[in-house]
């Protein structure tokens, strides 16, 4: 190809990210390795081979991508990309290109590509991040069919009832009766033989007048209809579909390992988040509400399972807690009687920005009208414990820190909350202010927004510009830093165990909210939720476009890194933490967190810069 063929080729590439980071000797390499091809519309599929995997540029045209279920994953055209999964992971990607208008396409082979990798981090990071997108894109086309297309493991029962087949019916009856099943697994020198279930004990026991000395092997279903932990929940309704049966025995490699049932697929599907809400939103008894809540860890499962982004995951989980806290709060009301003033019912922390994941603690407080009398400061003390207690029991444990609205620091006036945010703002003690941080990442679950805007008005007019209170928020915001040491190797510390990891949380995640609320506060910016924090942030300029972006991009993956080793610690029946063990991480995942690890040193060094005396 001699210049003048190569001059048009090389001002389109060079336009293009990431390839305008490439040095002028790197881009004529690139150029002079293309090849051209030209795609009909009337062929219908771009002709991948496997064995070639190519980056493919187009460059004129339309094409579709699609996965072997045939469910739209991309749209492309002019300046877009398609082959770098296989490019990337080195695997066979069953994903198909339609040609939906003819193109010209640029093909560069993978030793250019990778050279081109190894010599510009800018150019590998964009590749790497755009593979991610790409699966997240794809798990959440599959979430479509979420109650079908989960694993059993997700719904299964891990810890099923067994028994011996020598046992009678009797003793397998009330072994059924005292864990509350409708079933037993039957076993013979730890194999499974059989299971028995209500309805053999009602059609060949009871039925035929035979009673409970009957062995268990002469009753039960023998030769079980079986699944592995791996298939899918479709698979286990067809099954029971099929052959008209309630109950499958899960055996990995001859092993039992749980059973799931209909009523679990029920469940499950119930577990999807309106209905659940719907379900939250329809108890009229505190204990039945707390029935409710046991379906959130299957929601969360099911969400992993899905892979939807952890910022969606974020917004549901909190979604559903808000609403649990509303219907405590009403409930109580209904047995404490009215309210004797306005209040709001205020969400820090994690629920105030949106953000929780699994192991969410309560941070709370509650926002009166005005000063209260004995007996009005009784009633909201009365409704603030038992509120309290309600969602302890539902799953999210008490604070250890004792942010509550049970706690009378915490359960204030509007006039008291004004002050003690301006003590924090306008006196800033390092230390307090550490422990304050929370606070201000608030949000309204229960009462009038008008009350809240209040508070929230006075206390951003008090932070915007104030540079002394800023600095020590910014001073805090650096104690802690990202887990990477001389020549980027993760820093591994302990998880109050014997087990050594990565802290995805307050080494990850919370250093980004830390960075977003110093900016949103100096700005006067309302939004708590860290991911709309940035954005908003990036509209008004105060960070600029690419910083904003690689930023919201860190936040997303090592939250979604978080959960998704959180749904492989519960999987495993591992306590689930917020530790991940690096040595479990492919070469490319662990590249990825490395990239998104230093955005986070970045922009800890911006903030440094930015708002404290010190450098």
Known sequence: MDASELQPISQFIKALAPFDTLTAAAL???????????????????????????LYIVRSGAFEVRDDDGELVDRLGEGDYFGFLSLLSGEKVSNRVQILEDGLVYHLDPDTF?????????????????????????????????????????????????????????????????VRVSSVLVIDNHQLVGILTDRDLRNRVLAEGLDGHLPVHQAMTTRPKTLTSSSLVFEAMLLMSEHSIHHLPIVDEGKIIGIITSTDILRGQSSQPLLLIGEIERQDTVES?????????????????????????????????????????????????EAPMAFCWLAFGSQG?????????????LLLAHAPDEAAAAYFEALSKSVC????????????????????????????????????????DPKALMHASIFFDMRPVYGPNSLFNDLQDTVLANTKGNDIFLAGMAENALIESPPLGFFKKFVLERDGREVKGIDLKHKGNALINDIA?????????????????????????IINRKDALNLADAHEFIAH??????????????????????????????????????????AQSGIRLKFTRSF
Request: proline share 3%; with cysteine; net charge positive.
């Open 114 to 178: 990778n050279y081109l990798r190894g010599e510009n981090r800018h150019f590998d990071r964009f590749f790497n991040r755009a593979f991610a997108k790409r699966l997240r894109h794809q798990g959440r086309f599959k979430a479509k069919h979420l109650a079908t297309t989960s694993r059993v493991s997700t719904l299964m029962s891990k810890h099923p009832l067994v028994i011996d087949s020598n046992s009678t019916v009797g003793e397998a009856a009330q072994q059924m009766r005292l």
């Open 28 to 54: 004529e390499r690139c150029c002079k390795s293309l090849t051209v091809g030209y795609y009909s519309k009337a062929s219908a599929i771009v002709p991948l081979d496997e064995t070639h995997p190519q």
């Open 561 to 602: 890194m978080r959960l998704s080793n959180q749904g492989y610690q519960d999987k495993h029946s591992q306590q689930i933490t917020n530790y991940l063990k690096p040595q479990h991480l492919s070469s490319l995942v662990r590249h990825q967190l490395k990239d998104a690890f230093k955005v986070v040193y970045d």
């Open 517 to 541: 609320r110093v900016y949103a506060l100096s700005a006067g910016i309302k939004e708590v939720n860290t991911a709309k924090r940035i954005r908003e942030l990036m509209e008004l300029n």
């Open 353 to 365: 920005r949106q953000d929780q994941a699994a192991c969410s603690d309560q941070d709370n407080g």
């Open 389 to 428: 207690a309600g969602l302890d029991l539902c799953g999210y444990v008490y604070c250890p820190g004792e942010i509550m609205a049970q706690n009378p620091r915490w359960r204030l006036t509007l006039k008291q909350w004004q002050h003690k945010f301006a003590t924090w703002v306008n006196t800033p």
């Open 289 to 337: 509400l707390i029935s409710v809540s046991k379906q959130i860890p299957l929601l969360l499962q099911n969400l992993i399972s899905a892979d939807a982004r952890a910022e969606e995951i974020g917004r549901v989980l909190t979604s559903v807690t808000d609403a649990l806290t509303r219907r405590l709060i009403v409930l109580n009301q209904e047995l404490l009687g």
